[in-house]
């Protein structure tokens, strides 16, 4: 007679006790479980009739399993204890149905609109810091999440937004201001078993809301207070979008335009006069528009001595500024130059004069009728009215003359 399979006094195991919940969806592909049970008894793990993990209960009567590699998909697994001695199993304990899910969801894309509604792409530049982003899942990862990351670029912070995908796969988001920066953009899907795709391509943006500033610097070259030209220089900012250009105005006049940012202004009005100006970013901003009122220089690159010097003279006279940037020295060389400039015109139209009448075409040796008197009558009457309106004195105008006789000009 054989003997009896198990034991006469075997009975079955009590159902295995599980500590906390089993999640319904994983996104690794072994599943496991921890609960209580008799100290050396197995616990065993089936999905249907196939044993797809086993573990001891420890001496303190807990237990850990990890069932073996599950493939992607839906399955239902139960529990048992086992008595190793008769190998009676428990009643089961479940089923536990899990869904695995290790499939990382599809790169996104997304389009980006301002608060306009107008399309931004890679690069795009906007004056407004309120952006809203949507875009389609194709209807897969229903119920998972967008993350959206902007990452500052000067703060160096990344901030992210989340949204839920609908129940067609469509997502929509509405970010909150930004301040003025340069962002890089990227966009993750994260679904529900929570495996993350791999991120978007980047987005780079620029917003900037805030118009450029403008300074101004006379410039005044020949030390004489009186300004020659004007330099306006633009900047818009650390976090701005690049100063696209300058405009300005002299004495109410049409705005003038210099792509840039700067603007060097050199044909000044000969009198006291006003200019505007502001500038305009690569945003379309503009700055406040500034007016500002300038005396011009009336001699460029002024004789400053001291004394008035003619022609290697020196008269002991004071040099002194008359008005507009103009010293006496200035005024006695416009004498000179206007000597030059009405004889050589005296002396053209005598040449064109015998060419037309067949004279003879007699060499120039340069001094034509280019008369010395010339010169020292504008000398003296520009030193008779200087002591006139008390500029110089009775002596000084007497050395202006005298040094003015003696110059060699023209």
């Given at each position: 007679?054989?003997?009896?399979p198990?034991?006469?006094d075997a009975t079955?195991?009590?159902t295995?006790?599980?500590i906390?919940?089993?999640s ?6 072994q ?17 249907g ?19 073996n ?16 001695q ?5 009643d089961?304990?479940g ?12 790169q996104?894309v ?6 306009n ?15 809203s982003f ?11 999440t ?13 901030p992210?937004?989340?949204t ?9 988001l509405?970010?909150?201001a930004?301040?003025?920066c340069?962002f ?24 900037d809301?805030?118009g450029?500033?403008?300074?101004l ?6 030390g004489?207070?009186?300004i020659?030209?004007i330099?306006?220089?633009a ?8 100063v ?5 105005s002299?004495?109410?006049?049409p705005?003038?335009?210099v792509?840039?940012?700067?603007a ?7 009198s006291g ?20 009122t300038?005396q ?6 002024s ?15 004071p ?6 940037g ?5 005024l ?21 004069d ?9 060499s120039?040796d ?7 008197g010339?010169f ?8 008779n009215q ?7 004195s009775k ?14 000009i023209?």
């Amino acid at each position: 007679m054989f003997p009896p399979p198990f034991p006469p006094d075997a009975t079955k195991p009590e159902t295995p006790d599980i500590i906390g919940s089993v999640s319904s969806l994983i996104n690794i592909n072994q599943v496991a479980f921890t609960g209580t049970g008799n100290p050396g008894f197995r616990i065993r793990c089936y999905e249907g009739s196939v044993l797809v993990g086993e573990t001891t209960v420890n001496p303190d009567g807990s237990w850990t399993l990890l069932t073996n590699v599950l493939s992607d998909g839906p399955h239902s697994l139960e529990l048992v204890q086992v008595d190793p001695q008769s190998n009676l199993e428990s009643d089961p304990e479940g089923p536990f149905d899990v869904e695995i899910d290790t499939t990382s969801p599809v790169q996104p894309v997304f389009s980006l609109t301002d608060s306009n509604g107008a399309p931004l792409t890679d690069g795009s530049i906007l004056n407004t810091n309120v952006i809203s982003f949507s875009g389609s899942t194709g209807g897969a990862e229903i119920g998972g999440t967008v993350k959206v990351s902007i990452f500052d670029t000067f703060r160096g912070t990344t901030p992210d937004f989340t949204t839920v995908i609908d129940n067609q796969g469509n997502w929509s988001l509405t970010i909150p201001a930004l301040p003025d920066c340069h962002f890089i953009i990227t966009v993750i899907t994260i679904d529900q078993a929570n495996n993350q795709s791999l991120a978007s391509a980047p987005v780079q943006i620029i917003i900037d809301t805030t118009g450029p500033t403008v300074s101004l610097e006379p410039v005044d070259t020949d030390g004489d207070s009186f300004i020659e030209s004007i330099a306006l220089t633009a900047s818009d900012g650390l976090h701005g979008s690049g100063v696209k250009e300058i405009q300005y105005s002299i004495d109410g006049g049409p705005f003038t335009v210099v792509s840039g940012s700067i603007a060097v202004i050199g044909d000044l009005p000969g009198s006291g006069f006003t200019i505007s100006f502001f500038a305009e970013d690569n945003a379309g901003n503009a700055g406040a528009v500034i007016t500002e009122t300038y005396q011009p220089d009336a001699c460029h690159n002024s004789e400053l001595n001291e004394t008035i010097v003619i022609d290697g003279c020196d008269s002991q006279a004071p040099n002194s500024m008359i008005a507009q940037g103009c010293a006496i020295s200035d005024l006695i060389s416009e004498c000179a130059q206007n000597t030059i400039i009405s004889g050589k015109k005296r002396k053209d139209k005598e040449n064109n004069d015998n060419s037309n009448d067949g004279g003879d075409d007699e060499s120039d040796d340069g001094s034509g009728d280019f008369n010395h008197g010339q010169f020292t009558s504008c000398v003296s009457k520009l030193a008779n009215q200087l002591k006139k309106d008390g500029i110089i004195s009775k002596t000084s105008k007497g050395a202006i003359q005298k040094c003015a006789a003696k110059a060699d000009i023209p």
